[in-house]
Nanobody
Framework: QGEFVESGGGLVQPGGSLRLSCSAS????????MGWYRQAPGKQRELVAS???????NYADSVKGRFTISRDNAKYTVYLQMNSLKPEDTAVYYC??????????WGKGTLVTVSS
């Protein structure tokens, strides 16, 4: 099922940018469908963006036009570029991988705080 490690979170002011990375190991990364999810305090985990092995991309309405998901199969990494950040984007961001509808594999998350 592999291992996924997120990085790139931190504190940023409203309107700022961050780029999250999720590095994978122990899998054939190129065949995995990948996604970024987030969970804010007191809320359920929600999908932010996803990218399939065929590079089909989907975004939550709340981040369309501001966030960009991409993947580098050679580096076993999926990225989330986040621009024009808002306080409501504050959450723990998780990376998820899945192949063939099997068991989901999750990273441990990275905290993004948007505050002045």
């Amino acid at each position: 099922q592999g291992e996924f490690v997120e990085s790139g979170g931190g504190l940023v002011q409203p309107g700022g940018s961050l780029r999250l990375s999720c590095s994978a190991s122990g899998i054939i990364f190129s065949i995995y469908n990948m996604g970024w999810y987030r969970q804010a305090p007191g809320k359920q985990r929600e999908l932010v963006a996803s990218i399939t092995s065929g590079r089909n991309i989907n975004y939550a309405d709340s981040v369309k036009g501001r966030f960009t998901i991409s993947r580098d199969n050679a580096k076993y990494t999926v990225y989330l570029q986040m621009n024009s950040l808002k306080p409501e984007d504050t959450a723990v961001y998780y990376c998820k991988g899945n192949y063939g509808g099997g068991i989901d594999s999750w990273g441990k998350g990275t905290l993004v705080t948007v505050s002045s």
